[in-house]
């Protein structure tokens, strides 16, 4: 291990070394994510929460990412598993990045046109992700897929064909090298000894995703649910345990998946079709988006709890997340089909929608039939909109809509500002201050947007009294920036 202790020191973020230790010795899960610790002894690397007994302080050595304890020369921990901690989300450019490449947008290794996606040279964003990770993008691309193969090595069944593929590596023997290379052992000897026929032989993968607790499932899955896309989605109940069941599609990779959740081991458990094995990495990438599996509510409850308004609501449900979207297009159409209507109502409207426009896939869930339409099948179906029930101007809009994204106006460059992304929004005809910051908490992932302009925020922020108005509501709001959408969640459900 001499290469370990010659190139971390270089290599090594700059992280307060002793706080690290003390969350290291406490097994703290709101650490979970935030940093990985390299022994130097053993010449592997763990999650702040890993179960082996706790090495001294000398032998350690912390690093920001996954990727820059690999580039130091360490290995994942077969026990912990790095590949399950939940990302430190930050809002800035180089992490923005980061969750593309996690979704594997640096398979092909065309970095030239990621940087051009992002707005930088190639040059530009080496230094970026060297500044902020101390790796550069292949070294962090390759880190990624390593542990996802990884991953799918110990969960699932799947050839090593397949995983090699899934993982985006252009073959088996590029693979078997790769890993052979970096972890010192070849891909089989770490999979399962043993797979139950049953899985061996299904239809289906299942996988995990790790979160930081707590995490509010039944109220998410119940905001989901009230939401749901007749036809597209649904949340179901099985043996007592609540589901979110949807159809997929991925490009021309169709399926569909179940997500359920395993809170004694702080994970959501995903279930796909086979069929959608191509697109694993980016479609994982999605659910933890939806699911906001990447938050830390142990920071953001303790910046909230200092309001005395969203005070108890926090301490009452602590572990708030903000429920996200599979897809952007589907829930900025679901958005404007809510515009001047109940809940109930544009539950109503996208379900026509949906049964009119949609097209039909074979699912294991009979509320589950179809796909939503794509944005091409609406951008020129103006009077078929309209004869769901819309208005006129409202069938325009989703149009216009349709068209803003078929031209790929929801695929944000990293690193944009919140201002920049509602204004973007709202340059489509008919989407207003609500729409644009309501698509932006739900389907962009912004944490700070705050529909102001809400009805039932401005009553719930009177505590009682006459409800306030939108700039009130903004005024009242700022203390609870950065993170002014979990205070909407928290409002919103009362």
Known sequence: ??????????????????????????????????????????????????????????????????????AAGFRPCLRCRPELAPYALQQNLAHAVWQRIAGG?????????????????????????????????????????????KKLLQETSLPMAEI???????SVRRFNASFSQRYGIAPTTIRRATVPAAAAESAALT?????????????????????????????????GQEAYVRSIRIGETQGWLRVTHRAQRAQLEVEVAAALTPVLMPLLARVRAQFDL???????????????LLADRIAHWPGLRVPGAFDAFE????AVLGQQVSVAGATTLSGRLVARFGEPVVTPFAQVARHFPL???????????????????????????????AQGGLQLRPGIGLDEAVERLKSVRGIGDWTAHYVALRALRFPDAFPAGDLGLQKAAAEGGERLTEKQLTARAAAWSPWRGYAALALWMG
């Open 375 to 405: 944005a091409d099948a609406l951008a020129a179906a103006e009077e078929g909109i309209a004869a769901i029930g819309l208005p006129r101007t409202r069938a325009q809009t989703i149009a216009a809509l349709a068209r803003f994204a």
């Open 105 to 149: 947008a640096l398979n092909d290794g065309d970095v030239e046109r990621l940087a051009r996606e992002v707005g930088l040279s190639s040059r530009q964003l080496r230094r970026v992700l060297l500044q902020h990770f101390g790796v550069t993008p292949i070294e962090l691309a390759q880190t990624q897929r390593l542990l996802f193969a």
């Open 294 to 308: 990447d938050a830390n509510p142990g920071v953001i409850d303790a910046h909230l709890c200092g309001d005395p």
């Open 331 to 334: 829930l900025a159409v679901r």
């Open 164 to 170: 090699a593929y899934a993982a985006g590596f252009g």
């Open 207 to 239: 996988l995990r995703l790790a979160y930081r607790p707590p995490y509010q499932w039944q109220r998410i899955v119940a905001y989901l649910a009230g939401r749901a896309i007749p036809g597209v989605e649904a949340v179901l109940t099985e043996n």
């Open 1 to 70: 291990m001499e290469n370990v202790t010659d190139n971390s020191a270089a290599r090594a973020l700059p992280l307060d070394r002793a706080a690290c230790y003390r969350a290291l010795a406490a097994k703290d899960a709101r650490f979970d994510g935030v940093f990985f610790t390299g022994v130097k002894t053993t010449g592997i690397y763990c999650r702040p929460v890993c179960a082996v007994k706790t090495p001294r302080e000398s032998s350690c050595q912390f690093f920001g990412s996954a990727a820059a304890a690999e």
